[in-house]
């Protein structure tokens, strides 16, 4: 068991790609002054490295498949062990299936922690909307979105000035498999940590600071 695991907070969110879980990790970071864990900006990090593992990841994130468990789960654990996440962490993309959920569970099970995903939620039309709406910086991964949250000059990030790109998994016919795979893959976690009393269901089809207002009361129900 590694020495420095989040001891009381772990809070993952769960939703399908475009439901805004990237703008609403960031509010929560600021909320709750805890730091935020995105696995597929730390594996979009990794793609571009040396390593034969960082090459094996590429190849996953290229073709738009989930990168293996063999190759996740020790990434993330070992993340996990980072000093900065000592008081806890907000985690994005993580977990994403069914395996995952357990292997968090017992990987953390001697430590006392409290658990709670909060599955965000909007109908698909709204979701494909926002995805092909949606710009990055490419230098510090802010998320903008044309219509919603747009930069205040065309192109440029707000926050460090990059240049901002659209993610090449936007593309509406990735989109349209990225919604299946969550479906099928992400969505049965959403009973498990239900059945646990451990979740929180926000309606996402709504501005960032509304969504984060009920989130909020929501997490302070839970005695988060
Ligand atoms: P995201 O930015 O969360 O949409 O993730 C982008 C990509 O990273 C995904 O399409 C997967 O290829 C990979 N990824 C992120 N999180 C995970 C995870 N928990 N398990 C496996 N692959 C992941």
Same mark, same amino acid.
Request: charged share 25%; aromatic share 6%.
């Given at each position: 068991?590694?020495?420095?695991?989040?001891?009381?907070?772990?809070?993952?969110?769960?939703?399908?790609?475009?439901?805004?879980?990237?703008?609403?990790?960031?509010?929560?970071?600021?909320?709750?002054?805890?730091?935020?864990?995105?696995?597929?900006?730390?594996?979009?990090?990794?793609?571009?490295?040396?390593?034969?593992?960082?090459?094996?990841?590429?190849?996953?994130?290229?073709?738009?498949?989930?990168?293996?468990?063999?190759?996740?789960?020790?990434?993330?654990?070992?993340?996990?062990?980072?000093?900065?996440?000592?008081?806890?962490?907000?985690?994005?993309?993580?977990?994403?299936?069914?395996?995952?959920?357990?292997?968090?569970?017992?990987? %953390?099970?001697? =430590? +006392?922690? /409290?658990? $709670?995903?909060? #599955?965000?939620? &909007?109908?698909?039309?709204?979701?494909?909307?926002?995805?092909?709406?949606?710009?990055?910086?490419?230098?510090?991964?802010?998320?903008?979105?044309?219509?919603?949250?747009?930069?205040?000059?065309?192109?440029?990030?707000?926050?460090?000035?990059?240049?901002?790109?659209?993610?090449?998994?936007?593309?509406?016919?990735?989109?349209?498999?990225?919604?299946?795979?969550?479906?099928?893959?992400?969505?049965?976690?959403?009973?498990?940590?239900?059945?646990?009393?451990?979740?929180?269901?926000?309606? %996402?089809?709504? =501005? +960032?600071? /509304?969504? $984060?207002?009920? #989130?909020?009361? &929501?997490?302070?129900?839970?005695?988060?």
């Amino acid at each position: 068991m590694a020495e420095h695991l989040p001891k009381h907070r772990i809070l993952t969110l769960i939703g399908p790609p475009g439901v805004g879980k990237g703008t609403i990790a960031e509010l929560l970071v600021k909320k709750l002054g805890i730091p935020h864990i995105s696995t597929g900006d730390l594996f979009r990090n990794a793609m571009n490295g040396r390593h034969v593992l960082d090459k094996k990841i590429g190849t996953y994130m290229r073709k738009n498949k989930f990168v293996p468990d063999s190759i996740t789960l020790p990434f993330i654990f070992h993340e996990l062990t980072k000093r900065k996440y000592k008081n806890g962490v907000i985690l994005d993309g993580f977990p994403r299936t069914l395996v995952q959920a357990k292997a968090l569970e017992t990987h %953390a099970k001697n =430590t +006392p922690h /409290v658990d $709670l995903a909060i #599955l965000l939620n &909007a109908p698909t039309r709204i979701l494909q909307k926002r995805l092909s709406s949606r710009m990055i910086c490419a230098t510090c991964r802010t998320v903008f979105n044309i219509h919603s949250r747009p930069p205040k000059l065309r192109g440029i990030c707000d926050v460090c000035g990059g240049a901002l790109v659209w993610r090449d998994d936007d593309k509406p016919t990735v989109v349209l498999q990225r919604l299946r795979d969550y479906k099928q893959l992400t969505a049965p976690i959403v009973r498990f940590y239900c059945t646990s009393n451990r979740l929180i269901q926000i309606d %996402a089809d709504a =501005t +960032p600071k /509304v969504i $984060l207002h009920c #989130l909020i009361e &929501a997490i302070a129900q839970k005695g988060f």
